[in-house]
């Protein structure tokens, strides 16, 4: 069964930092973190690949790095000088098939297996 499970949401005051956790149930080709805020539309915040490719959107380059564990199928989020925008729900996303393109901004989203999301709240 496929399956996400997500952690590491919580509250944090700005400039401070949190690590996100996604643990998939079976190998990935791809793995990513999306986020959404009230009121919002989805939108990527970064992609990885089996090889190692990685794609950021432009708000979080530089502060957030992701990486992945191929043995152990977790992607990781660590969120470096957070800012009271980046509160948001951010839900684990991933490609099982191979199929799709890997980049936070694709489109190939819409395709992809989804967590059940861990809210992200950053206080000013």
């Known amino acids: 069964q496929v399956q996400l499970v997500e952690s590491g949401g919580g509250t944090v005051q700005a400039g401070g930092s949190r690590r996100l956790s996604c643990a998939a149930s079976g190998h990935t080709s791809c793995m990513g973190w999306f986020r959404q805020a009230p009121g919002k539309e989805r939108e990527g915040v970064a992609t990885v690949d089996d090889d190692g490719f990685t794609s950021y959107a432009d708000s979080v380059k530089g502060r957030f790095t992701i990486s992945k564990d191929n043995a152990k199928n977790i992607v990781y989020l660590q969120m470096n000088s957070l800012k009271p925008e980046d509160t948001a729900m951010y839900f684990c996303?991933?490609?099982?098939?191979?199929?799709?393109?890997?980049?936070?901004?694709?489109?190939?989203?819409?395709?992809?297996?989804w967590g059940q999301g861990t809210q992200v709240t950053v206080s000013s």
């Open positions: 996303a991933a490609d099982f098939s191979g199929l799709y393109v890997c980049h936070y901004d694709s489109g190939a989203a819409e395709k992809y297996y």
